[in-house]
């Protein structure tokens, strides 16, 4: 998924510091939430900082010192510059380790804050924005990218200000004492810098390729293990062995090539340390020996510079890193950049009478419409009967009613609102639906009956149990209504789920019950016990349901036959069976077969 939206223009190229505020904008903002505990772990820096540039010039001019005093003298200023040396260490260590603690846990508050935010927006997008992306991408956005973007930014506050008070400060205490000696340092250090810059546009360019190989990966990790028995059934586990070797292998080859570099920078880092100590000894050593410079001032100076390694070698590793946080980063903006659904309109209280008015409408990418000139009209109360071959158009209907979709202007009307007018929540809490291929969550069935309600009472579930026929199958169940499905429901039937399914719907007692073929995975008398119970059961409520099988829809008040998007014949089921026409052939041919099951008839 690397545009999220394929349909929309290519943006204009940002500028370098829009780019960073697109990649870290939001995680700034975020830390800007823990800003106490920042500016309390960033203000203990400059103490611990400050206790280790204090150190070299203790011990330089303890060395001074003892090179001329002799005896007593000599012992007492030493034993003072241990104490003195003790206690400075104990203050370093301890800000050292409250500013850590407290710099590390924002960070890590900070990806928690993100993935909740990331997740929450997810939740809000639209539905044909998830027609077109991967889960597999998307999961690795949300846990990978994150925990990059945590992965930088804990050291980069730990170390960061560190490095801020240590590099300068080390700079102008060795430049205050010896000009040429800096200088030589300093010439060293510009050579690493440049260096970095020019390796930067490389890493960057592999850590996108690491990570979008990584997203591959989890993409098909996850499509191959939730369709495991498709994979088996059709012989495809070599092939998809395969398809994952060559994934991982990419993904080996750019993580490669990210390590090539990032040892190259780690190895020049090291050695410029080694480079900067050799410049200072051989300037330094010149400047004592023409007594520019004393020994205890030439072994500060090495001081300062191993003071200064550290910090430099975190800045190095940052600068390594950057790229691939920047890489997160942005890919983390590209989710949040996505338009989520609107949640303005109006929510009155709806009662459910329905008008549909010359719809037609195409899916979005699609060129033939799925429903071309759909018209019709439901009172509360009232059922719908929709049936047609397979790809007519019937679920398609069902998902505009839910606002899955947004219908053209003008076209479908709720107790006289626009639906485009509502907020999509209140058409949402109008209809309960039940679908064919019902998701199960890896739960009891008493929780997936009851999913999106915290504790209904126990007689409504069993009622809703008992109206979807479920209750017949609870003895083969070991515990019952407790008893866990599996992963989207994989232990239990075809007809068992869309079950689950229907008595999820009944309970949530919604004024519209939309049943998308939900019976067709059951058996004959079942669904007649079904809906037997779905009549009792209905009262006012509004109910569309879509169906291969006539018999589930033939008490409906409206018939709407479907082919290829367009309604070919309506009417009652009395009706329908006086024409001659595709309806009254289909209920002839469905009776047959159900006498030659033995059946009553359908
Ligand atoms: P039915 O429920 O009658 O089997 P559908 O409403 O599912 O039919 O499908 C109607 C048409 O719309 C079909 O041609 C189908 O391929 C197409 N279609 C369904 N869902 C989508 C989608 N999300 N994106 C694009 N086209 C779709």
Same mark, same amino acid.
């Given at each position: 998924?690397?545009?999220?939206?394929?349909?929309?223009?290519?943006?204009?190229?940002?500028?370098?510091?829009?780019?960073?505020?697109?990649?870290?904008?939001?995680?700034?903002?975020?830390?800007?939430?823990?800003?106490?505990?920042?500016?309390?772990?960033?203000?203990?820096?400059?103490?611990?900082?400050?206790?280790?540039?204090?150190?070299?010039?203790?011990?330089?001019?303890?060395?001074?010192?003892?090179?001329?005093? !002799?005896?007593?003298?000599?012992?007492?200023?030493?034993?003072?510059?241990?104490?003195?040396?003790?206690?400075?260490?104990?203050?370093?260590?301890?800000?050292?380790?409250?500013?850590?603690?407290?710099?590390?846990?924002?960070? !890590?508050?900070?990806?928690?804050?993100?993935?909740?935010?990331?997740?929450?927006?997810?939740?809000?997008?639209?539905? *044909?924005?998830?027609?077109?992306?991967? %889960?597999?991408?998307?999961?690795?956005?949300?846990?990978?990218?994150?925990?990059?973007?945590?992965?930088?930014?804990?050291?980069?506050?730990?170390?960061?200000?560190?490095?801020?008070?240590?590099?300068?400060?080390?700079?102008?205490?060795?430049?205050?004492?010896?000009?040429?000696?800096?200088?030589?340092?300093?010439?060293?250090?510009?050579?690493?810098?440049?260096?970095?810059?020019?390796?930067?546009?490389?890493?960057?360019?592999?850590?996108?390729?690491?990570?979008?190989?990584?997203?591959?990966? &989890?993409?098909?990790?996850?499509?191959?293990?939730?369709?495991?028995?498709?994979?088996?059934?059709?012989?495809?586990?070599?092939?998809?062995?395969?398809?994952?070797?060559?994934?991982?292998?990419?993904?080996?080859?750019?993580?490669?090539?990210?390590?090539?570099?990032?040892?190259?920078?780690?190895?020049?880092?090291?050695?410029?340390?080694?480079?900067?100590?050799?410049?200072?000894?051989?300037?330094?050593?010149?400047? @004592?020996?023409?007594?520019?410079?004393?020994?205890?001032?030439?072994?500060?100076?090495?001081?300062?510079?191993?003071?200064?390694?550290?910090? +430099?070698?975190?800045?190095?590793?940052?600068?390594?890193?950057?790229?691939?946080?920047?890489?997160?980063?942005? !890919?983390?903006?590209?989710?949040?950049?996505?338009?989520?659904? &609107?949640?303005?309109?109006?929510?009155?209280?709806?009662?459910?009478?329905?008008?549909?008015?010359?719809?037609?409408?195409?899916?979005?990418?699609?060129?033939?419409? @799925?429903?071309?000139?759909?018209?019709?009209?439901?009172?509360?109360?009232?059922?719908?009967?929709?049936?047609?071959?397979?790809?007519?158009?019937?679920?398609?209907?069902?998902?505009?009613?839910?606002?899955?979709?947004?219908? *053209?202007?003008?076209?479908?009307?709720?107790?006289?609102?626009?639906?485009?007018?509502?907020?999509?929540?209140?058409?949402?809490?109008?209809?309960?639906?039940?679908?064919?291929?019902?998701?199960?969550?890896?739960?009891?069935?008493?929780?997936?009956?009851?999913?999106?309600?915290?504790?209904?009472?126990? %007689?409504?579930?069993?009622?809703?149990?008992?109206?979807?026929?479920?209750?017949?199958?609870?003895?083969?169940?070991?515990?019952?209504?407790? %008893?866990?499905?599996?992963?989207?429901?994989?232990?239990?039937?075809?007809?068992?789920?869309?079950?689950?399914?229907?008595?999820?719907?009944?309970?949530?007692?919604?004024?519209?019950?939309?049943?998308?073929?939900?019976?067709?995975?059951?058996?004959?008398?079942?669904?007649?016990?079904?809906?037997?119970?779905?009549?009792?059961?209905?009262?006012?409520?509004?109910?569309?349901?879509?169906?291969?099988?006539?018999?589930?829809?033939?008490?409906?008040?409206?018939? +709407?036959?479907?082919?290829?998007?367009?309604?070919?014949? !309506?009417?009652?089921?009395?009706?329908?069976?006086?024409?001659?026409?595709?309806?009254?052939?289909?209920?002839?041919?469905?009776?047959?077969?159900? @006498?030659?099951?033995?059946?009553?008839?359908?």
């Amino acid at each position: 998924m690397p545009n999220p939206d394929p349909a929309s223009p290519p943006a204009p190229r940002p500028s370098l510091t829009g780019s960073v505020r697109r990649a870290f904008g939001r995680p700034a903002r975020l830390l800007w939430h823990h800003r106490l505990a920042v500016a309390f772990g960033v203000l203990l820096v400059p103490v611990y900082a400050g206790v280790q540039l204090w150190m070299p010039g203790l011990v330089g001019r303890t060395l001074d010192l003892l090179s001329g005093s !002799r005896g007593d003298d000599g012992r007492s200023e030493l034993a003072t510059a241990c104490w003195l040396f003790l206690g400075l260490g104990l203050v370093e260590a301890a800000s050292r380790f409250v500013s850590r603690r407290l710099l590390i846990d924002v960070s !890590r508050h900070v990806e928690e804050d993100l993935k909740n935010e990331l997740v929450g927006h997810l939740q809000r997008l639209p539905m *044909p924005w998830f027609d077109r992306s991967r %889960t597999g991408d998307i999961v690795s956005r949300l846990t990978q990218d994150c925990e990059l973007v945590r992965f930088v930014m804990g050291p980069i506050l730990l170390h960061g200000g560190t490095t801020l008070c240590i590099l300068p400060a080390g700079i102008w205490l060795m430049a205050s004492m010896n000009v040429p000696v800096t200088l030589a340092a300093a010439g060293v250090f510009a050579v690493l810098m440049l260096t970095f810059r020019a390796v930067m546009p490389r890493l960057h360019k592999w850590s996108k390729r690491s990570q979008e190989a990584i997203a591959e990966i &989890s993409q098909q990790a996850q499509e191959d293990f939730a369709g495991i028995r498709v994979v088996h059934q059709f012989a495809r586990v070599e092939r998809e062995r395969a398809a994952m070797a060559t994934k991982n292998r990419r993904y080996l080859l750019a993580n490669l090539r990210l390590v090539r570099l990032r040892s190259a920078l780690n190895a020049l880092t090291h050695t410029t340390s080694g480079a900067v100590l050799l410049a200072v000894l051989a300037v330094g050593g010149h400047e @004592a020996i023409a007594g520019r410079i004393s020994i205890g001032q030439l072994f500060q100076f090495i001081g300062y510079l191993g003071l200064m390694t550290f910090p +430099l070698e975190i800045l190095g590793w940052t600068i390594a890193m950057m790229p691939r946080a920047y890489a997160a980063g942005i !890919r983390i903006a590209e989710l949040f950049e996505v338009e989520p659904e &609107s949640a303005v309109g109006a929510t009155p209280e709806l009662r459910g009478s329905i008008r549909v008015e010359n719809l037609t409408f195409t899916y979005p990418g699609a060129e033939t419409p @799925a429903l071309s000139e759909v018209s019709f009209a439901l009172e509360p109360g009232q059922k719908l009967g929709l049936v047609g071959p397979v790809g007519s158009g019937k679920s398609t209907l069902l998902a505009l009613l839910m606002r899955l979709y947004d219908p *053209p202007r003008g076209t479908i009307f709720i107790d006289g609102h626009d639906l485009l007018d509502l907020a999509p929540a209140a058409t949402r809490a109008l209809f309960a639906m039940a679908a064919q291929e019902p998701f199960l969550f890896s739960d009891s069935i008493a929780r997936n009956v009851a999913f999106g309600q915290l504790a209904p009472p126990a %007689t409504d579930l069993d009622a809703a149990v008992e109206a979807a026929a479920l209750d017949q199958d609870l003895p083969q169940f070991p515990a019952g209504l407790e %008893t866990l499905v599996g992963e989207r429901g994989v232990t239990l039937s075809g007809g068992q789920k869309q079950r689950v399914s229907l008595a999820r719907a009944l309970l949530s007692e919604r004024p519209g019950l939309l049943l998308d073929d939900t019976l067709s995975a059951v058996d004959p008398t079942t669904e007649r016990r079904i809906l037997r119970g779905l009549v009792q059961q209905r009262r006012a409520r509004t109910v569309i349901a879509a169906s291969h099988r006539l018999s589930v829809i033939a008490d409906a008040d409206l018939i +709407l036959v479907f082919d290829r998007g367009r309604v070919v014949q !309506r009417g009652s089921h009395a009706t329908l069976l006086d024409r001659p026409g595709r309806y009254a052939a289909a209920w002839q041919l469905q009776s047959e077969a159900s @006498a030659l099951e033995g059946g009553e008839p359908a």
